[in-house]
Nanobody
């Protein structure tokens, strides 16, 4: 069984910062891509940022220059540093991990990020 434990969400004022963490554990191996997605009320889930095993990254245009994604392969953990937060960043943020050389995908349970104006 695979567990993805997310942490770091919360309520912050516009312009503030939060750091999300997602630690994978259990019967997980050969992790390739790790990433973050978000879903705001009434909207579809969208990609925020992904990072592959070699450190290659892709970020949504809406967060470039404000968010940074990183990973610690020794800890099977991916991070999302979010700076200069805006009210439109309010959403549930989900961690997603591809493992077993891309044959398997797991999602975290989601963590709420609320940015007040």
């Amino acid at each position: 069984q695979v567990q993805l434990e997310e942490s770091g969400g919360g309520l912050v004022q516009a312009g503030g910062s939060l750091r999300l963490s997602c630690a994978a554990s259990g019967s997980i191996f050969s992790i390739s891509e790790m990433g973050w997605y978000r879903q705001a009320p009434g909207k579809q889930r969208e990609l925020v940022a992904i990072i592959d095993s070699d450190g290659g990254m892709n970020l949504a245009d809406s967060v470039k220059g404000r968010f940074t994604i990183s990973r610690d392969n020794a800890k099977n953990t991916v991070y999302l540093q979010m700076n200069s937060l805006k009210p439109e960043d309010t959403a549930v943020y989900y961690c997603k991990v591809h493992w077993y050389n891309g044959r398997a995908t797991s999602w975290g349970q989601g963590t709420q990020v609320t940015v007040s104006s």
